[in-house]
């Protein structure tokens, strides 16, 4: 899907591109420079129409543009937060290794029971957040 997306986005540029040069082609060339524009009857006429269509697409183009400019926005702000996401959550994993560590080191320096009520909160901590760890 993301694919033909990509392929019609093209199309308004491809278009307004071959809409220019119709009309550089009927403005600038008359039936003595090419010999099948004496076929069409009007071609002043039919320059003033590409005009109109080549402003048509214009706009098109314009909105096409717009639109992938702001997916390309969406996309870097959505990778930013999950960035920030990932700086918290390690950031938050490392202060729970520190309290683990310093309970479990006061609890081999001083092995009393406050060390071992300290070493059990913190045991219970880890094993609450072990999933988001």
Sequence with gaps: MSRWINLLALLPSTS???LVIGIAFLRFYDETDFIFLGQLAHPRIWSN?????ALLVAVVNLGVEWNRRNRETD???RA?????????RQARRARIEVERDLAFLSFLADPS???RRVLVQTIALLSDYRDSL
Excluded: C, D, I
């Excluded at 129409?49 to 269509?53: E, N, P």
């Excluded at 930013?80 to 918290?88: K, L, P, V």
């Design 16 to 18: 307004l591109t071959l």
């Design 113 to 115: 029971e406050p060390s």
């Design 75 to 77: 996309r870097l702000a």
């Design 80 to 88: 930013e937060a999950e960035r920030t996401e990932e700086a918290e």
């Design 49 to 53: 129409r590409l005009t109109v269509a």
